[in-house]
């Protein structure tokens, strides 16, 4: 920057309120072109892939894994990691199950419990790895084994099948759209609210970009830590009623694999895995993204393991294509 | 007199913003130790980095033994014959001792480490130095600092060398160390080898070196046989003849508003006791690694302390700061030594790195920011600084080095703390953006704050303190009052804890 552009900031009122339009369209066309272009892709490959079973497979997919993508770029932004969220979100489901059928309590009690179940797994993974300065890749990894444990003695490993009783929240619809699908989009609205507009959000950034930094400037940046695991519990749980609704039932096995996924789909939005920088909308196209590619391969008749390849290369490719643009950006300064 | 091993010529070094080297022409004479010293920023590190390969000389020339020597890296330069032993110490705490002695010629039996070998090298490398106590199978994490250097100098020293540099080598060292060090240089000097032996300690360079040169802001000042010089005489040429001092700020300082009693932390900060008065800029001189910046971290709480109270405007409780938290809502601020690591967040904008904090005040009890006042808040205080930005939305990491320090001033205005701490507060800055901060610290001290200031320029503390605190090897040697210190006594009050007997 030349001493001709740089000057002393000498007027009396503050500038107008920056008009970022150029960065916003940027970041967000390149998912949106991808997003529409898988569609595309598949739309022409597979007659069946425009077809309401897709859409219906997409759909279900989507509002659990957006809710816990919106926890998971929490725990990124802070530069942290939750590989435990499948399985709190089985143990919270799990919860739920036996409570509902084995104790045959009231859809509201065991809903609490269940929400109660994933914010003291999420408390846990936050205080131990604060108390104890470790790296929430360890803590989540034991959360990972605990919490699928206890999911397995709870259950005593058989899936519990509850019935309409917990099936009417994803039966519900409000204005031809599913209450699970709703809550999604107003989680993650929330989310991306609380993450640009709130100063939680603001801490959370700094925390991500340099917490000794932000501690040595008198904010204590561990409490914010582990609140921001204790809402990646809570939002398992709520993902976990979701999807006890929708199957009408609670499974031990629940939620394999989901840390993966929420995590390919966070990257791909363009969360960084070093912490600082990440927006909740843009996990939601990486979630979509995500199901699109899965449903799009499953109609070309695709075998799982080929799906898994396949989204394997393209997390690897975002990050790549992520690592580019961090470049970009740095030599454009 | 024998032919030169080693000539320099004219080597100079710039690093942005500083000219560290300037033309420096050395001779180095075989079997000779050549004490180098300077204050602070002399160039005595670059120097000796320079001729054991670690870095190179923007221009100039090296001769060894008469043929032109330009090393590529340090092992290049170890190949060659001259080596190195520096501060910091070069080994891997989790192996041993012979593993490291032998880290880079490992030799081997069937593709595995040769461990009889190295053991029974090691144990010999060891005993010939004297070091009786170490055994070659000990980690190294196991074995005090002093062990740890002692071990280091054994590796270096069990290599044949032309040339060995030795780098504030012995500031770990116990007396008893020392002396099987300088027994190790007697004997080195007599195969001929030259030594270039960098320190502060006054009275060990007075004891091995037969020559001794000076440096000062990176120019060769004088070059003089040990026996023909007094430690007063060197020190005034480290020094420098005496400046005029800037203006006097005549301030009358206020009451007491931060004092601090006993402060130890190990080694590094031993029972400190000072007091700040608002209205008043207290400096604190010393040398590098004389503990100014942990003292400074201690009474802010960035790291936790041994002992010692800080009290708070002339409270007689002790004021109960436990974090970095407790010490800002106390009204005290830090402006550390490394801006870029521990102050900035570098790639958020300057509003936010203004705000940080004191979010309070720009947002609603909710939490929920207000842009409005965000970005009024950030401007004032920016336009107040003159920080030179396109906007306050710029991201900081496209700044200069001044305009970064003076957001985060801003940053601790905003956040309105009565006792400022600078530290280093002009390192890395422009000659211009240097006096805007000097003037901005005599402003906020005429507003009544109480402003300490850590700094490794002697004249910049002249020009600007009430009082000047120095500091050496942990302990608070001596404060001046303006009007009674010298360039001189300062740096023999910075000196003064290394002539101490060591510990």
Redesign the interface.
């Known amino acids: 920057m030349t001493l001709q552009e740089a000057k002393v900031l000498d007027y009396e009122t503050p500038p107008p309120r920056p008009a970022n339009y150029t960065a916003f369209v940027v970041e967000y066309l390149g998912l949106v072109l991808a997003l529409v272009g898988l569609i595309v892709i598949f739309g022409l490959r597979s007659r069946s892939f425009f077809s309401p079973a897709t859409f219906r497979t997409i759909a279900n997919q989507i509002p659990a894994t957006v809710i816990v993508a919106v926890g998971m770029t929490y725990v990124l932004i802070i530069a942290g990691i939750d590989l435990s969220v499948g399985s709190v979100l089985a143990l919270s489901g799990a919860v739920l199950g036996v409570l509902m059928k084995e104790y045959h309590l009231s859809l509201f009690v065991a809903m609490a419990a269940a929400l109660g179940t994933g914010l003291l797994c999420g408390l846990v993974n936050g205080i131990v790895s604060v108390r104890w300065r470790l790296p929430s890749f360890i803590v989540t990894l034991g959360m990972l084994e605990i919490a699928r444990g206890l999911a397995h003695m709870v259950t005593e490993s058989r899936t519990q099948y509850i019935g309409s009783a917990v099936g009417v929240i994803a039966a519900t619809s409000l204005a031809g759209l599913s209450l699970p699908f709703i809550i999604a989009i107003l989680t993650a609205l929330l989310g991306q609210l609380v993450l640009s507009y709130t100063v939680f959000g603001r801490y959370m950034v700094a925390i991500g970009t340099n917490e000794e930094a932000v501690r040595l400037s008198g904010v204590d940046p561990r409490p914010v830590k582990i609140a921001v695991f204790a809402i990646v519990g809570v939002l398992c749980a709520v993902a976990a009623i979701i999807d006890t609704s929708r199957l009408e039932s609670a499974a031990p096995n629940a939620g394999a694999g989901l840390e993966l996924q929420v995590i390919a789909a966070t990257v791909i939005g363009g969360t960084s895995l070093m912490g600082g920088r990440g927006s909740v909308i843009r996990s939601l196209f990486g979630v979509m993204i995500i199901a699109v590619l899965g449903a799009g391969l499953a109609t070309l008749g695709a075998r799982d393991e080929t799906k898994r390849v396949v989204t394997g290369c393209v997390i690897v490719a975002a990050v790549i294509l992520d690592y580019y643009r961090h470049r970009l950006g740095r030599r454009s300064r | 007199m024998p032919p030169p091993l080693l000539q320099l010529r004219l080597l100079s070094k710039t690093y942005p913003g500083v000219r560290a080297l300037a033309d420096i022409s050395l001779d180095l004479l075989p079997g000779e130790v050549h004490a180098l010293v300077g204050e602070n920023g002399a160039g005595k590190s670059t120097l000796g980095r320079i001729v054991c390969g670690l870095t190179h000389s923007d221009s100039g020339q090296m001769l060894l033994r008469g043929q032109p020597y330009s090393p590529a890296s340090r092992p290049d330069a170890r190949r060659l014959g001259v080596g190195i032993v520096m501060q910091e110490l070069n080994l891997i705490p989790t192996l041993t001792v012979a593993e490291n002695v032998f880290l880079s010629r490992m030799p081997r039996r069937l593709g595995f480490i040769d461990y009889a070998t190295i053991n029974s090298q090691t144990r010999q490398i060891l005993r010939a130095l004297g070091l009786t106590d170490i055994e070659p199978d000990r980690m190294i994490a196991s074995l005090g600092v002093g062990q740890q250097q002692m071990v280091e100098i054994a590796g270096v020293l069990s290599r044949k060398c032309a040339v060995l540099i030795l780098d504030e080598s012995t500031a770990a060292l116990t007396s008893r160390e020392t002396d099987l060090l300088f027994g190790q240089i007697r004997r080195l000097k007599s195969e001929r080898v030259a030594i270039v032996y960098i320190s502060h300690r006054m009275e060990e360079i007075k004891r091995i070196a037969d020559r001794i040169t000076v440096l000062r802001d990176g120019k060769l000042i004088a070059t003089h046989q040990a026996d023909e010089i007094s430690i007063d005489e060197v020190i005034r040429l480290m020094v420098g003849r005496e400046l005029g001092e800037a203006s006097p700020c005549q301030r009358t300082p206020g009451p007491v508003a931060l004092r601090v009693e006993n402060l130890r932390c190990g080694n590094v900060v031993r029972d400190v006791s000072f007091q700040v008065h608002r209205g008043e800029i207290l400096g604190f001189a010393g040398l590098m690694g004389s503990g100014r910046t942990e003292t400074m971290r201690l009474i802010?709480a960035?790291d936790r302390r041994d002992a010692g109270h800080v009290y708070l405007h002339g409270s007689s409780t002790p004021a109960r700061i436990r974090?970095?938290?407790d010490?800002?809502?106390a009204g005290i601020a830090?402006l550390?030594e490394d801006r870029k690591?521990?102050?900035?967040?570098?790639?958020?904008s300057i509003r936010?790195n203004i705000t940080?904090?004191k979010?309070?005040a720009v947002?609603s009890v909710?939490?929920?920011?207000s842009?409005g006042k965000e970005?009024?808040a950030?401007?004032r205080y920016?336009?107040v600084l003159?920080?030179?930005?396109?906007?306050?939305?710029q991201?900081v990491?496209?700044l200069s080095g001044g305009n970064q320090q003076k957001v985060i001033i801003a940053?601790w205005l905003y956040?309105d703390c009565d006792i400022l701490i600078f530290d280093e507060p002009t390192r890395g800055i422009d000659v211009g953006a240097k006096f805007e901060i000097y003037r901005l610290l005599s402003d906020l001290a005429e507003q009544g704050k109480a402003i300490v200031v850590v700094s490794s320029d002697l004249q910049e503390l002249m020009a600007i303190s009430d009082r000047i605190a120095v500091m050496s090897a942990g302990w608070l040697a001596a404060i001046f009052p303006r009007g009674q210190w010298t360039q001189d006594s300062i740096m023999a009050a910075a000196l003064s804890g290394y002539r101490a007997a060591a510990v």
């Open positions: 802010f960035a974090s970095p938290r010490a800002v809502r830090l550390t690591q521990q102050g900035l967040l570098l790639p958020m936010a940080l904090p979010m309070s947002a909710a939490g929920w920011i842009g970005r009024t950030a401007h920016a336009r003159s920080v030179r930005a396109r906007s306050t939305e991201s990491v496209e940053r956040r």
